[in-house]
């Protein structure tokens, strides 16, 4: 086999063989295919697409080429949760302790922030301790004992991804949903669990900004779990707006925390709950989505799942204390209240403006190894469809830094739209895709 044929007939609209799938991804491993031939060979699946079987094969293909987990040591079926990334999407940190209070067992893989969206790990790590570099034995072994572990994923999870990742960035061929399909599962295949539960967002903040694009992605990603024998759920979600009210990484533990005490925003509350429901349904513990959101509520309410992700942090060498007394966790110098300029409603908080002024007040990364703040970062007070009087407090910038505050209160009052008359509010759950469907 040739890596330039296969190229040419992808590049021809052509059909790949699962062998010539395979050819070039483990030649991209192995690195006996240069990049500008997988570069090549992304912008050729960029414009000619794939076929179901053909992005099964790619994505099981990527899967192979480092280390899998076996988590078949745990007793219980393994269901993984994945967000394709937003802005103040603090999901994780509620729904994993609220599945695992039900008896399900997480072991969950999660990622850093990049650009304008966070990670699960920058997260945790701002708990004072929290380890988030487990080895794999005692990562299956805190799973086995107390039934939750959240850990960051190690490079040698489908190194495929991580190579092809990085050319893709580089060469425009992000925007592709059998690229990002392939991507995303090869990591949750590689991850070990038995079934999945997917976040798809679309909107202005989202990879995927029109709903079509991102019922077509939740669908080929529902699609390969099928044929991989995973169940898997995709919810597809709004990222019209930010989903929480806090961006930044202790402020988002902060506001995992509140959640977990039934006291959170309510928009992140209700997707927590279906992203919880849906996981206890795949695992067998609920027979029917009425009770399993029966179910999950009942743990907000009884604040078990606080007393999961407490147990989870002290498993993890973290200082659990922070989940009464979140002023344990870091605390930026500066507050810094930013006003309404004018009365009416708010019709939009565009995620990607309020994800960008977190990122450059410190709380993300512009580039992969930039180093982080984990105390800073925006809290929102008002939503789309809230009044507002000139002069109300539409967020709060926590900031380490006097000279960031004006650059950032300038992009957030560029991210609010504000309008006399009173706005349409847009859906949270647009969509449920199921293996059934596909
Ligand atoms: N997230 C991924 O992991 N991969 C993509 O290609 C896009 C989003
Ligand atoms: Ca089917």
Redesign the pocket.
């Known amino acids: 086999m040739h890596a330039v044929d296969i190229i040419r007939k992808k590049r021809d609209g052509g059909i790949l063989t699962a062998e010539e799938i395979q050819y070039m991804i483990e030649g991209a491993t192995a690195g006996s295919i240069p990049d500008y031939q997988i570069a090549a060979f992304c912008m050729a699946v960029y414009f000619q697409g794939m076929t179901s079987n053909e992005t099964t094969a790619l994505t099981l293909a990527m899967a192979q080429s480092g280390k899998t987990l076996d988590l078949s040591a745990i007793p219980g079926v393994k269901v993984d949760k994945h967000s394709?990334?937003g802005v103040a999407d603090t999901t994780t940190l509620v729904v994993a302790p609220l599945v695992a209070s039900l008896g399900v067992p997480v072991a969950k893989m999660s990622g850093r922030g990049l650009g304008h969206t966070g990670g699960t790990i920058d997260k945790l790590e701002s708990i004072p301790g929290f380890r988030v570099d487990l080895e794999s034995e005692e990562f299956i072994r805190q799973v086995t004992n107390l039934g939750i572990s959240i850990i960051g994923q190690t490079a040698q999870l489908a190194p495929a991804d991580g190579l092809i990742?990085a050319l893709?960035d580089v060469t425009a061929t992000?925007e592709s949903i059998p690229?990002?399909a392939s991507?995303?599962m090869s990591?949750k295949l590689a991850a070990g669990a038995d079934a999945f539960v997917l976040d798809v967002k679309t909107g202005k903040g989202a990879?995927m900004k029109t709903l079509d694009d991102a019922v077509e992605l939740a669908k080929t990603m529902v699609s390969i779990g099928a044929k991989s024998n995973r169940t898997t759920t995709a919810l597809v979600t709004d990222m019209n707006q930010p989903l929480g009210m806090a961006v930044g990484n202790a402020l988002e533990v902060r506001e995992a925390i509140l959640t977990l005490q039934n006291q959170g925003p309510k928009r992140l509350t209700a997707i927590c709950i279906a992203l919880a429901a849906e996981m206890i349904l795949l695992a067998g513990v609920a027979d029917t989505q009425e009770e399993a959101r029966e179910q999950v509520e009942k743990q907000l309410q009884s604040g078990a799942g606080l007393r999961m992700l407490e147990k989870l942090i002290a498993a993890q060498g973290g200082d659990s204390k922070v989940v009464h007394d979140p002023t344990l966790l870091p605390q930026a110098k500066f507050t810094f209240a930013v006003k309404a300029p004018a009365d009416g409603y708010i019709h939009g908080v565009d995620p990607m403006q309020i994800g960008v002024s977190a990122m450059r007040l410190g709380a993300g990364r512009e580039t992969k190894d930039s180093p982080i703040n984990l105390a800073v970062g925006i809290v929102l007070e008002r939503e789309i469809g809230n009044p507002v009087k000139q002069g109300d407090t539409l967020a709060v910038v926590h900031a380490d830094r006097e000279e960031h505050i004006s650059e950032a209160e300038r992009s957030i009052l560029a991210a609010f739209e504000i309008r006399p008359d009173k706005p349409e509010i847009p859906p949270l759950i647009y969509k449920r895709i199921t293996s059934d469907d596909v």
Request: aromatic content about 18%; charged content about 20%.
């Open positions: 394709t990334g990742y893709r992000v690229l990002i991507s995303i990591k990879f």
